[in-house]
């Protein structure tokens, strides 16, 4: 409602885009806005909404980065920002305790530097002449396991350098994130339900994480009774229960410990890559050293201070993701909204003409992994169907982790039946007749197999500076239509 300062009366323009409160209003450049707020499903927001003078609706603006109820918001003058020095990556150890990186996601410049910090932490402070023979494979080759020197490849698996497997799903309840260590390959070894697997290849790009130490003094506690010490380092959860970070004494190998009828155990494998569970005082458990350390601590995936992809354009994910939108060769997923039965399009984006004869070949329009619906039944992503499909241990897993998308897909598919989803596209840009871009493989490559193509024709020096120069190429000549 506005009240009318001539007429000293109420207007009611239009509702909120749903039933609200803690909403904070504020207004910029003579544009109301609405920042946040809660309601009877959810006790704080994300959602930012504009009011539009002409049609006198509200329309969604964007969102926050944490979900707030009753946020703060105020204006800031740019000029404060002038003179503002943005934290450079050395500024960021200082300011987190560590935080655990998907490798995929990280610009390939910064690859060795976060592969040459993972591996530093297993090898300690005092052992230097292990440190400089990391620093040596490193300045002198990629970070590809795959093209490492044999004896390179055997010396940085002998570290026990610690990684975990992350799950698609992140409902409560569900996930199955365990730690485990860098093994053959770079892939990343686990335990799970008595079984060895080894999670590699295009899954690993992105439900392998390895731990960037940061601030915080990291150590191996040797633990003597079935106490969980403070400084605790979580490690992730199996089915609801979280899990932490062991590393057995006799072989150092690392796998996760868990809390069993009052006792901790540590789930690892031995030198014969066999499941074994071993007790206390047979294990460690990494933890933070220091007096004013809380009882447990979770690193996340990307802290407050640190925003990922945000601080430059990261040429593997952001500028790809953003290149392959503006073309339309990459598409999104929108659901309904409930109260409103509107779908929300951004700015610039259309709803796709779907043919639902030939669903199949909109597969390859969506980057992987796919984010879960909102709306998604929880039961579909349920590890207990999978352990009752395939078993228990590897299968079950691996299943879970395959067949993920094809559920996820099977689920827009019949949300656009219902009309309860839309796929939506950037709209496409008018261009006359000779005008319109042409695709080539200049401008970028257009599928994985290309893009290994290429890669294998070039060193790996020049692969990513060629790949700058061809996405940058690409996108001039699309924007040639205005």
Same mark, same amino acid.
């Given at each position: 409602?506005?009240?009318?300062?001539?007429?000293?009366?109420?207007?009611?323009?239009?509702? $909120?885009?749903? @039933?609200?409160?803690?909403?904070?209003?504020?207004?910029?450049?003579?544009? +109301?806005?609405?920042?946040?707020?809660?309601?009877?499903?959810?006790?704080?927001?994300?959602?930012?909404?504009?009011?539009?003078?002409?049609?006198?609706?509200?329309?969604?603006?964007?969102?926050?980065?944490?979900?707030?109820?009753?946020?703060?918001?105020?204006?800031?003058?740019?000029?404060?920002?002038?003179?503002?020095?943005?934290?450079?990556?050395?500024?960021?150890?200082?300011?987190?305790?560590?935080?655990?990186?998907?490798?995929?996601?990280?610009?390939?410049?910064?690859?060795?530097?976060?592969?040459?910090?993972?591996?530093?932490?297993?090898?300690?402070?005092?052992?230097?002449?292990?440190?400089?023979?990391? &620093?040596?494979?490193?300045?002198?080759?990629?970070?590809?396991?795959?093209?490492?020197?044999?004896?390179?490849?055997?010396? /940085?698996?002998?570290?026990? #350098?610690?990684?975990? =497997?992350?799950?698609?799903? %992140?409902?409560?309840?569900?996930?199955?994130?365990?730690?485990?260590?860098?093994?053959?390959?770079?892939?990343?070894?686990?335990?799970?339900?008595?079984?060895?697997?080894?999670?590699?290849?295009? +899954?690993?790009?992105?439900?392998?994480?390895?731990?960037?130490?940061?601030?915080?003094?990291?150590?191996?506690?040797?633990?003597?009774?079935?106490? /969980?010490?403070?400084?605790?380092?979580?490690?992730?959860?199996?089915?609801?229960?979280?899990?932490? +970070?062991?590393?057995?004494?006799?072989?150092?190998?690392?796998?996760?410990?868990?809390?069993? /009828?009052?006792?901790?155990?540590?789930?690892?494998?031995?030198?014969?890559?066999?499941?074994?569970?071993?007790?206390?005082?047979?294990?460690?458990? $990494?933890?933070?050293?220091?007096?004013?350390?809380?009882?447990?601590?979770?690193?996340?995936?990307? @802290?407050?201070?640190?925003?990922?992809? $945000?601080?430059?354009?990261? #040429?593997? #994910?952001?500028?790809?993701?953003?290149?392959?939108?503006?073309?339309?060769?990459?598409?999104?997923?929108?659901?309904?909204?409930?109260?409103?039965?509107?779908?929300?399009?951004?700015?610039?984006?259309?709803?796709?003409?779907?043919?639902?004869? %030939?669903?199949?070949?909109?597969?390859?329009?969506?980057?992987?992994?796919?984010?879960?619906?909102?709306?998604? @039944?929880?039961?579909?992503? %349920?590890?207990?169907?999978?352990?009752?499909?395939?078993?228990?241990?590897?299968?079950?897993?691996?299943?879970?982790?395959?067949?993920?998308?094809?559920?996820?897909?099977?689920?827009?598919?019949?949300?656009?039946?219902?009309?309860?989803?839309?796929?939506?596209?950037?709209?496409?840009? &008018?261009?006359?007749?000779?005008?319109?871009?042409?695709?080539? &493989?200049?401008?970028?490559?257009? %599928?994985?197999?290309? /893009?290994?193509?290429?890669?294998?024709?070039?060193?790996?020096?020049?692969?990513?500076?060629?790949?700058?120069?061809?996405?940058?190429?690409? =996108? &001039?000549?699309?924007?040639?239509?205005?």
């Amino acid at each position: 409602m506005a009240f009318n300062l001539n007429t000293f009366t109420w207007i009611t323009y239009g509702n $909120l885009l749903k @039933p609200t409160v803690g909403v904070k209003l504020a207004v910029m450049d003579g544009t +109301i806005f609405a920042f946040g707020g809660s309601d009877e499903k959810s006790s704080a927001s994300d959602l930012i909404q504009k009011f539009n003078w002409q049609t006198k609706l509200w329309a969604k603006a964007g969102q926050l980065m944490t979900p707030r109820n009753y946020p703060a918001i105020t204006q800031v003058p740019v000029s404060v920002f002038e003179s503002m020095k943005i934290a450079s990556k050395e500024d960021l150890k200082n300011i987190i305790g560590a935080e655990w990186i998907t490798m995929h996601e990280v610009t390939e410049e910064d690859k060795k530097t976060k592969f040459i910090d993972t591996f530093k932490f297993s090898v300690g402070s005092s052992d230097s002449n292990t440190r400089d023979k990391l &620093k040596n494979i490193f300045s002198t080759t990629t970070d590809r396991f795959g093209t490492l020197a044999e004896e390179d490849r055997k010396f /940085l698996e002998s570290l026990h #350098t610690l990684c975990r =497997v992350k799950s698609l799903t %992140n409902y409560p309840g569900y996930e199955i994130i365990l730690p485990g260590e860098i093994a053959e390959y770079g892939n990343c070894e686990v335990n799970f339900e008595g079984k060895i697997f080894v999670v590699g290849g295009v +899954i690993a790009n992105h439900y392998t994480e390895v731990l960037v130490p940061g601030l915080d003094v990291l150590i191996w506690l040797n633990i003597t009774e079935n106490t /969980l010490p403070k400084g605790l380092v979580k490690g992730g959860s199996k089915k609801g229960q979280t899990v932490y +970070i062991c590393k057995s004494n006799d072989f150092h190998k690392i796998g996760h410990a868990y809390m069993k /009828l009052g006792e901790i155990w540590c789930s690892i494998s031995d030198t014969q890559n066999n499941s074994l569970i071993i007790g206390v005082p047979n294990f460690s458990l $990494l933890t933070v050293d220091g007096d004013d350390v809380t009882d447990e601590l979770e690193y996340g995936e990307h @802290p407050n201070e640190f925003v990922r992809d $945000l601080e430059e354009m990261n #040429t593997n #994910t952001l500028l790809k993701t953003w290149q392959l939108e503006q073309i339309q060769k990459l598409f999104r997923y929108v659901e309904i909204d409930q109260e409103t039965k509107t779908f929300a399009i951004p700015d610039g984006w259309e709803i796709v003409d779907i043919n639902m004869d %030939n669903f199949d070949k909109y597969k390859e329009k969506f980057s992987k992994p796919l984010p879960t619906p909102d709306k998604m @039944p929880k039961f579909l992503l %349920n590890m207990e169907i999978f352990s009752y499909w395939y078993g228990d241990g590897e299968e079950s897993l691996m299943a879970y982790l395959n067949h993920s998308f094809d559920i996820l897909m099977e689920y827009y598919y019949n949300s656009l039946q219902m009309g309860t989803g839309k796929f939506i596209m950037k709209t496409k840009k &008018k261009c006359g007749e000779n005008d319109s871009p042409k695709e080539s &493989k200049d401008n970028y490559p257009g %599928n994985e197999d290309e /893009l290994q193509n290429e890669y294998e024709r070039n060193t790996n020096e020049n692969y990513f500076e060629n790949e700058k120069r061809a996405l940058a190429r690409a =996108v &001039k000549e699309w924007n040639k239509c205005t």
